[in-house]
């Protein structure tokens, strides 16, 4: 699939400064949430399995029931941002309910208020998520769309690993409070609903004919064949990619202080940040299947390192491979999204792509979870290392 090549009239790329500061203003909200949300999720496994009594495959269950429920609800979130011509409404609503379910996970008696907790706050991410992709491709240049989004995700995951960080600080000084942590997660989810609420002013969009809703049999043609390709690529890559709960559990496997498990998505998300913007340029520039290709070599590489041993070395070693092939992967796909869906229906292309990846990740996780309970934690990302070699197998039969 061609990439357009980011460059002025004249032959010369365009500087990194033309990226719109609405693209900046998102990112900073992300950041901002996805501190809050990586305060509680990094902690979440262990809390679940220590406090609350929960198996390795409950923990799954409710991490593919929740994200699942965030990609099937982007479905409508964005077929009614396309319909109303309006972004920024439905993404406040989604970061409101995100912050205000908050609280939930401080009071939690039993695992199924954590699902209840859980789930809700995968409905706000999933209100927000299809409408503010598609906000960063409206007000964002053609030519620009890979460094938008990789921007847009590398500030996202500099919260990512800032949450944790701060969870680990907080667990060391009160001594693996896991509730008083959730409370003080409430905080920064406020702020970046008040940052999306009077930072971003949304784009005119022009004014067009009769309203038609935008998952009627006609307008679902006008997504085509490369579209669908590319829905297909995230679900294979979500199938071999499960829950980021499971690189918390392999962390602990290996005899790490449960107020420093946390690190492990820290150095995660670090290499995630680090790499994304980089890789969002590049694929500005070059094949998006060569970029994908390589990604899955890298997811790969992580799986099997990760299986093969839970010192906090190799793991360390594995989930900063892992970071880089969500750097190299994660944008590309939002970027291929946008190039393949008719502006008009950018919203609803972007919900019914995480809707097929939302039913690959409850499969994922469900089937990881009763691996690492009957076999072990090894065959789980063996699992996932296959998975990765069956997609680049496909990958490379497509012409």
Not at 253 to 281: D, E, H, R, T, W
Request: with cysteine; hydrophobic share 55%.
């Amino acid at each position: 699939m061609p990439s357009p090549t980011p460059e002025t009239k004249s032959g010369t790329p365009l500087p990194t400064a033309q990226i719109p500061a609405g693209i900046w203003i998102l990112g900073c909200v992300s950041m901002l949430m996805d501190i809050s949300s990586e305060m509680i999720h990094s902690l979440l496994p262990l809390f679940m399995v220590g406090a609350l009594g929960a198996s390795a495959l409950v923990v799954g269950l409710i991490e593919g029931l929740a994200e699942a429920t965030a990609l099937v609800v982007k479905v409508f979130s964005g077929a009614i941002s396309d319909y109303l011509g309006r972004r920024k409404g439905l993404a406040v609503f989604g970061y409101a309910l995100g912050a205000l379910t908050k609280p939930l996970f401080a009071i939690a008696p039993t695992t199924g208020i954590v699902l209840t907790a859980r789930l809700l706050d995968r409905v706000g991410k999933g209100v927000r998520g299809a409408p503010r992709d598609a906000l960063v491709a409206d007000i964002t240049p053609p030519e620009l769309r890979g460094a938008a989004f990789g921007l847009r995700q590398a500030l996202d995951t500099v919260g990512a690993f800032l949450g944790p960080l701060l969870a680990v600080g907080l667990m060391l000084l009160w001594a693996n409070d896991f509730r008083a942590v959730f409370w003080v997660a409430v905080v920064p989810g406020l702020l970046a609903v008040a940052l999306l609420l009077f930072g971003i002013r949304e784009p005119e969009r022009p004014a067009s004919g009769k309203r038609t809703n935008p998952i009627r049999r006609d307008n679902l043609r006008r997504l085509g064949n490369d579209y669908w390709w590319v829905v297909g690529v995230g679900a294979v890559f979500t199938l071999a990619r499960f829950s980021e709960a499971f690189l918390v559990l392999r962390a602990q496997q290996g005899g790490i202080a449960v107020a420093l498990v946390p690190l492990v998505m820290v150095a995660m998300n670090a290499v995630y940040a680090a790499s994304a913007y980089p890789f969002g340029k590049l694929s500005d520039r070059i094949s998006h299947k060569t970029l994908l290709a390589w990604g899955l070599v890298v997811l790969m590489a992580a799986d099997i390192v990760l299986a093969v041993d839970d010192h906090w070395t190799t793991v360390l070693a594995g989930v900063a491979l892992w970071g880089i092939h969500m750097g190299m992967t994660q944008g590309l796909l939002a970027t291929m999204v946008a190039a393949t869906a008719p502006a008009d229906l950018r919203g609803t292309a972007y919900g019914f792509f995480n809707l097929v990846s939302g039913v690959a990740l409850l499969l994922a996780s469900t089937v990881a979870g009763l691996l690492w309970d009957r076999y072990g934690a090894a065959w789980t990302f063996y699992a996932g290392a296959a998975f990765s070699a069956l997609a680049l197998l496909g990958l490379a039969r497509k012409t």
